[in-house]
């Protein structure tokens, strides 16, 4: 597995700033990932922080309003622009470790509220 | 893309009873499924996971099934004890990286 640390654990925001969430794992690794999880739902992946290129974003999300980044290969952070009280929710990056049969790990998770 | 629906959203089952959760997906070229369990505030757990070369995986207490053919994977709990309340979720991947989740089960356990 692997160890995968966020910050910050939790904010509470203004409407119309931008928080940068950070993501650092204890290992390199290939594929990390961000997702948001939405009070009471499940896990909705927002984008897949390539190393050395832009993100690729899922559907009904976009780079102006979740800019990431990915500088190496333990590290990425996730903006969150222009908040609104409907970005609140926890937000999660995950990694994909282990080799040839890999296997995905999540951090803690950064719970965010937008007033 | 990929769609997985899980059922039921929520179970209540009696302390040493068995629960089982249940989820279909779309795409038959996934060939990967992971299920995770997620306690109140805490970060999704990977629990088990199957590969679309076996039909079945066991762990202690858990166990998950998968039929390609109609493209149905489970989870199977049994002997359930009071930590294992918490919510599930099963995922598939098409071996891209890429993982859709369903929509989790809120698994409750009677004393």
């Known amino acids: 597995s692997a160890v995968i640390s966020q910050k910050p654990s939790r904010d509470i925001c203004q409407r119309g700033t931008s928080l940068t969430i950070q993501c650092q794992v204890d290992?390199?690794?290939?594929?990390m990932f961000w997702y948001r999880q939405q009070p009471g739902q499940s896990l909705t992946l927002i984008a897949t922080?390539?190393?050395?290129?832009?993100?690729?974003?899922e559907s009904g999300f976009v780079i102006d309003k979740f800019p990431i980044s990915r500088p190496n290969l333990t590290f990425s952070t996730l903006t969150v622009s222009n908040m609104s009280p409907e970005d609140s929710s926890i937000y999660l990056c995950?990694?994909?470790?282990?080799?040839?049969?890999?296997?995905?790990?999540f951090g803690p998770g950064t719970r965010l509220t937008v007033t | 893309g990929e769609n997985v629906e899980q059922h039921p959203s929520t179970l209540s089952v009696q302390e040493g009873d068995s629960a089982v959760i249940k989820c279909t997906y779309s795409d038959s070229a996934s060939n990967y499924f992971p299920w995770y369990k997620q306690e109140l505030g805490k970060r999704p757990q990977l629990i088990i996971d199957?590969?679309?070369?076996?039909g079945e995986k066991k762990d202690q207490r858990i166990a998950v099934t998968l039929n390609k053919t109609a493209k149905h994977f489970s989870l199977h709990i049994t002997e359930t004890q009071p930590e294992d309340s918490a919510v599930y979720f099963c995922?598939?991947?098409?071996?891209?990286?890429?993982?859709?989740f369903g929509s989790g089960t809120r698994l409750s356990i009677r004393p």
């Open positions: 199957i590969r679309s070369n076996v």
């Open positions: 995922a598939a991947s098409n071996g891209a990286s890429k993982i859709i």
């Open positions: 995950s990694v994909e470790a282990g080799g040839a049969e890999s296997e995905q790990y």
């Open positions: 290992s390199q690794v290939t594929m």
């Open positions: 922080a390539n190393q050395g290129s832009e993100a690729t974003y």
